[in-house]
C-alpha cells in the first residue's frame, strides 16, 4: 500500500508521514505498521483511529503531541516502547487484550491520564510506563499481569493500586514518591518484592501481604498483625519494612498466640527475623479483636470455630497430623506426635471425668464445647507450623 496525500504519507503499508495541521487522524485499514517519528511533536492532532491490521509502531510515533485527547488502538498489536510520551491532554486509555507488555515510557508525563484500562493477556508493565502521570488516581491489574518493573509508577498520584493474584514480581522503585497512595494489598502469588518498591511513599499507612498480614506504619513504630506464624511472609515483610530504618518500636500483634507457649512463639519469631527486630524495641500482644482483611471474612479464625466441630473431627486432625509428620526427622516426629496424643488422653480423660450422673445437675457444669474447641484449636495451630517445620528441618 502507497498512499500521499494532504493527510499522510503510506508506503509500503508503513505510515511514516502526517500533516502538522492534522486535528484528525483515521489511519486507513491495510497499514500494518506505524514508522519512528510518524507524528511526532504535532501540536494540532487530538484524535488517532489506529486500525486493527496495524501490528507495530515504533517508539515515538506520538510523542509529545500535547492536545491529543482520544485514542483507539489497534487490536492486533502485542507491544509498544515510549509511544504516547508526554500526551498531556491525553485523558483515559483502553489497553487491548492482546496487548502482552506495555514497554519503556509508553504514557511518561501523560498528566491529565485519569483512567488506564487494561485488559487480560497483559504480562508486563515495563520501567516508567506510566512515570509522571499525576492524574491517575487508581488503577487495577489484570490476573494476567505478572511483573510491574522499575519507576513504572513513579509519582504517579495514585490512591487506589488493585493488585490481582497472578503478579508475581514488584520492582524497586516500581511505585516509588506515589505521595498519596495510603494502603496496598500485594497478593500471596508475589514472590520477588523489591525492598524499595515503595519507597517515598510517605502517606502510606498500611500494608497487607496474602490477607493474613498486617503491617502499620504510625511514625516510628511499626505493627505487624499477623493469624499464626505461618502467615508471616518473611521476605515480603522484610522488603517492606527495608525503608523504615526510623522505626523504632516493632509490635507483633495476633488475636492468640500459635505456638505451643507464648515464650517459644516470641522466641521463634525472633530467629526468624533477627536482622529486623536488632536494635529495635520489640513488643508481642494478644489481641483477639484483630480483623485482618474485609476480603478474608469468609476465612474465619479458629478462635471462632463453631460448636459443630465433633470428635470425628478431632480424630481426624491427629491423624492428619501423624501423616504429616511422617518424614519429618524421627526427634522432631516423636515429640509432635507425642504432644498430639497426650492432647487426645487429656481431652477423653476430662470428658468422661466430668460427665454428670444422669438426670442430676450437682453444679459442676462441664463447658464440653469450650473443651471440644479448644482441642481443636491447638491441634490446628501444630498443623499451621508443621510447613514451617518441614521447611526448616527436612
Request: glycine share 4%; net charge negative.
Given at each position: 500500500m502507497n498512499i500521499e496525500n494532504n493527510d499522510y504519507k503510506i508506503r509500503d503499508g508503513v505510515l511514516v508521514g502526517v500533516n502538522p495541521g492534522l486535528k484528525s487522524l483515521n489511519i486507513p485499514e491495510g497499514v500494518t505498521s506505524i514508522a519512528f517519528h510518524a507524528c511526532y511533536h504535532n501540536g494540532h492532532l487530538e484524535e488517532i483511529y489506529i486500525p486493527n491490521s496495524v501490528i507495530t509502531i515504533e517508539s515515538s510515533a506520538f510523542e509529545h503531541c500535547f492536545n491529543l485527547k482520544k485514542v483507539h488502538l489497534s487490536e492486533n498489536m502485542t507491544f509498544f516502547d515510549q509511544l504516547f510520551e508526554n500526551c498531556i491532554s491525553l485523558e483515559e486509555i483502553n489497553i487491548p487484550g492482546n496487548i502482552k507488555r506495555i514497554g519503556y515510557m509508553a504514557f511518561s508525563g501523560c498528566r491529565s491520564l485519569k483512567r488506564v484500562n487494561l485488559s487480560e493477556g497483559l504480562t508486563a508493565i515495563n520501567e516508567c510506563a506510566f512515570e509522571n502521570c499525576i492524574s491517575l488516581e487508581e488503577i487495577t491489574m489484570p490476573s494476567s499481569l505478572i511483573k510491574i518493573e522499575y519507576n513504572a509508577f513513579l509519582k504517579c498520584h495514585l490512591k487506589r493500586?488493585?493488585?490481582?493474584?497472578?503478579?508475581?514480581?514488584?520492582?524497586?522503585?516500581?511505585?516509588?514518591?506515589?505521595?498519596?497512595?495510603?494502603?496496598?494489598?500485594?497478593?500471596?502469588?508475589?514472590t520477588n518484592l523489591g525492598p524499595k518498591a515503595f519507597v517515598g511513599c510517605s502517606s502510606l499507612k498500611k500494608f497487607s501481604i496474602s490477607n493474613e498480614c498486617n503491617i502499620l506504619f504510625d511514625g516510628d513504630?511499626?505493627?505487624?498483625?499477623?493469624?499464626?506464624?505461618?502467615?508471616?511472609?518473611?521476605?515480603?515483610?522484610?522488603?517492606?519494612?527495608?525503608?523504615?530504618?526510623?522505626?523504632?518500636?516493632?509490635e507483633f500483634k495476633s488475636p492468640q498466640y500459635s505456638f505451643f507457649s507464648k515464650e517459644k512463639e516470641k522466641k521463634l519469631i525472633k530467629e526468624l527475623f533477627k536482622e529486623l527486630v536488632k536494635d529495635r524495641n520489640v513488643t508481642f500482644i494478644k489481641d483477639k479483636k484483630i480483623v485482618l482483611s474485609e476480603v478474608n471474612k469468609e476465612k474465619k479464625y479458629e478462635n471462632e470455630i463453631s460448636s459443630?466441630?465433633?470428635?470425628?473431627?478431632?480424630?481426624?486432625?491427629?491423624?492428619?497430623?501423624?501423616?504429616?509428620?511422617?518424614?519429618?526427622?524421627?526427634?522432631?516426629?516423636?515429640?509432635?506426635?507425642?504432644?498430639?496424643?497426650?492432647?487426645?488422653?487429656?481431652?477423653?480423660?476430662?470428658?468422661?471425668?466430668?460427665?454428670?450422673?444422669?438426670?442430676?445437675?450437682?453444679?459442676?457444669?462441664?463447658?464440653?464445647?469450650?473443651?471440644?474447641?479448644?482441642?481443636?484449636?491447638?491441634?490446628?495451630?501444630?498443623?499451621?507450623?508443621?510447613?514451617?517445620?518441614?521447611?526448616?528441618?527436612?
Amino acid at each position: 500500500m502507497n498512499i500521499e496525500n494532504n493527510d499522510y504519507k503510506i508506503r509500503d503499508g508503513v505510515l511514516v508521514g502526517v500533516n502538522p495541521g492534522l486535528k484528525s487522524l483515521n489511519i486507513p485499514e491495510g497499514v500494518t505498521s506505524i514508522a519512528f517519528h510518524a507524528c511526532y511533536h504535532n501540536g494540532h492532532l487530538e484524535e488517532i483511529y489506529i486500525p486493527n491490521s496495524v501490528i507495530t509502531i515504533e517508539s515515538s510515533a506520538f510523542e509529545h503531541c500535547f492536545n491529543l485527547k482520544k485514542v483507539h488502538l489497534s487490536e492486533n498489536m502485542t507491544f509498544f516502547d515510549q509511544l504516547f510520551e508526554n500526551c498531556i491532554s491525553l485523558e483515559e486509555i483502553n489497553i487491548p487484550g492482546n496487548i502482552k507488555r506495555i514497554g519503556y515510557m509508553a504514557f511518561s508525563g501523560c498528566r491529565s491520564l485519569k483512567r488506564v484500562n487494561l485488559s487480560e493477556g497483559l504480562t508486563a508493565i515495563n520501567e516508567c510506563a506510566f512515570e509522571n502521570c499525576i492524574s491517575l488516581e487508581e488503577i487495577t491489574m489484570p490476573s494476567s499481569l505478572i511483573k510491574i518493573e522499575y519507576n513504572a509508577f513513579l509519582k504517579c498520584h495514585l490512591k487506589r493500586v488493585n493488585l490481582s493474584e497472578g503478579l508475581t514480581t514488584i520492582r524497586n522503585f516500581a511505585f516509588e514518591k506515589c505521595w498519596l497512595l495510603e494502603e496496598i494489598t500485594i497478593p500471596e502469588s508475589v514472590t520477588n518484592l523489591g525492598p524499595k518498591a515503595f519507597v517515598g511513599c510517605s502517606s502510606l499507612k498500611k500494608f497487607s501481604i496474602s490477607n493474613e498480614c498486617n503491617i502499620l506504619f504510625d511514625g516510628d513504630k511499626v505493627t505487624i498483625e499477623y493469624l499464626d506464624i505461618n502467615s508471616l511472609n518473611i521476605n515480603l515483610i522484610y522488603a517492606v519494612l527495608a525503608n523504615k530504618e526510623s522505626a523504632k518500636n516493632i509490635e507483633f500483634k495476633s488475636p492468640q498466640y500459635s505456638f505451643f507457649s507464648k515464650e517459644k512463639e516470641k522466641k521463634l519469631i525472633k530467629e526468624l527475623f533477627k536482622e529486623l527486630v536488632k536494635d529495635r524495641n520489640v513488643t508481642f500482644i494478644k489481641d483477639k479483636k484483630i480483623v485482618l482483611s474485609e476480603v478474608n471474612k469468609e476465612k474465619k479464625y479458629e478462635n471462632e470455630i463453631s460448636s459443630q466441630k465433633d470428635e470425628d473431627d478431632i480424630k481426624h486432625l491427629e491423624d492428619e497430623i501423624i501423616y504429616l509428620c511422617k518424614d519429618f526427622p524421627k526427634k522432631i516426629a516423636s515429640i509432635i506426635t507425642e504432644k498430639v496424643n497426650e492432647i487426645d488422653r487429656v481431652y477423653k480423660s476430662s470428658i468422661e471425668s466430668f460427665k454428670p450422673e444422669y438426670g442430676k445437675d450437682n453444679g459442676d457444669r462441664f463447658d464440653y464445647e469450650g473443651l471440644k474447641n479448644d482441642t481443636y484449636l491447638f491441634l490446628n495451630r501444630i498443623k499451621s507450623l508443621i510447613d514451617l517445620f518441614g521447611k526448616v528441618l527436612c
